[in-house]
C-alpha cells in the first residue's frame, strides 16, 4: 500500500512539473519576434506579437511597449508587421519588451479593443520581468487614435503614451491626466491633418500638461517606415520621464 502511495505521488509530481514547464515554454524568452495568441475573458482569441530584446533576463526587469497597429484588413499577425516595419528599429534601444496585438473589434478606440489591451498588459506582467514604472504605450493612426483613448482611461497603467499621425476626441481630451505625452504628427498628412492635433496639444499645454509635439515635414500618412526616426527621438525624452 505505502509503496502504491509512493508511486502516485511520484506520478503526481511529474504531472505537475510536466505542466509547469509546459507553460513555462509557451512564454518565449529567446531574441527575436514570436507569434503568439491570448484567450481572452469573452473566450475570443487575440493574436499579438512579442518581441525579446537579446539581453533579456528573467532576473531584471526591463521596460515593456505596448504597440497598436494602423487601421486595414487585420490578417492574422496583422500587428507583427507593424512591429517589424516601425516600433523594433526605432525602439530597440530601450531593451524593452514589445508587444503588438490584433485588434479584435474592429477600432482600437472602444470598450471591447480596450478592455483586450488590458488584459494582455497584465497577461505580459504575470509572465515576464516588467519594470512597471517603464511601461509604454503608443500607436500609429488607428492604432495612435486607440493610444489616446486607452491612455486617457488608464493613466496609472502607463508612464508614457506615444500618439503617432492620431487625433483625439474631445472627451480622451477632457478625460486625459498624469501621463505624459509625446505626439508625433507630419505636416503633409492627407488623411488626419496636422493643425487640429497641434490645437489639441496647445489646450493641453495651456493646462501645464506634460505634452511634446513633433511636427514632420514631407511624410504622407502611409509612409509608416519613415516615422522609424522620429521615433526613435523619443528615447531621450522615456529615459527622462523614467528618471523622474
Known amino acids: 500500500m505505502k509503496r502504491i502511495v509512493i508511486a502516485g505521488l511520484m506520478i503526481v509530481f511529474i ?42 533576463s528573467p532576473e531584471r526587469a526591463v521596460p515593456l511597449i505596448i504597440a497598436l497597429h494602423y487601421g486595414g484588413r487585420v490578417t492574422p ?27 479584435p473589434a ?17 497577461n505580459i506582467k504575470n509572465h515576464y520581468a516588467i519594470d512597471d514604472k517603464k511601461v509604454v504605450l503608443t500607436g500609429f493612426s488607428m492604432g495612435g487614435i486607440g493610444t489616446w483613448y486607452i491612455a486617457a482611461r ?24 498624469d501621463i505624459p505625452l509625446y505626439v508625433i ?11 487640429p492635433v497641434q490645437a489639441i496639444v496647445e489646450q493641453l499645454k495651456s493646462r501645464e500638461y506634460p505634452v511634446e509635439i513633433i511636427i514632420l515635414n514631407d511624410i504622407t500618412h502611409y509612409e509608416t517606415y519613415r516615422f522609424v526616426g522620429p521615433l526613435k527621438k ?11
Not at 518565449?28 to 493574436?47: A, D, Q, S, V, Y
Not at 474592429?106 to 497584465?122: T, Y
Not at 483625439?168 to 491626466?177: N, P
Open 234 to 244: 523619443a528615447i531621450p525624452w522615456l529615459k527622462k520621464i523614467w528618471e523622474r
Open 15 to 56: 504531472i505537475i512539473s510536466f505542466r509547469s514547464n509546459s507553460m513555462a515554454s509557451d512564454f518565449p524568452t529567446k531574441k527575436g519576434i514570436h507569434k503568439m495568441t491570448l484567450t481572452l475573458e469573452n473566450e475570443n482569441m487575440m493574436r499579438y506579437a512579442i518581441y525579446i530584446p537579446k539581453s533579456y
Open 106 to 122: 474592429g477600432r482600437w478606440d472602444n470598450p471591447k479593443s480596450e478592455s483586450a489591451v488590458i488584459q494582455l498588459l497584465d
Open 77 to 103: 499577425y496583422y500587428g507583427k508587421a507593424f512591429l517589424e516595419i516601425l516600433i523594433e528599429p526605432a525602439l530597440k534601444d530601450l531593451s524593452a519588451i514589445i508587444v503588438a496585438p490584433d485588434c
Open 154 to 177: 488608464h493613466p496609472e497603467l502607463f508612464s508614457a503614451a506615444i500618439p503617432i499621425s492620431a487625433t483625439a476626441s474631445t472627451e480622451d481630451i477632457s478625460m486625459i491626466k
Open 185 to 195: 504628427h507630419s505636416k503633409d498628412d492627407e488623411v488626419i491633418p496636422y493643425k
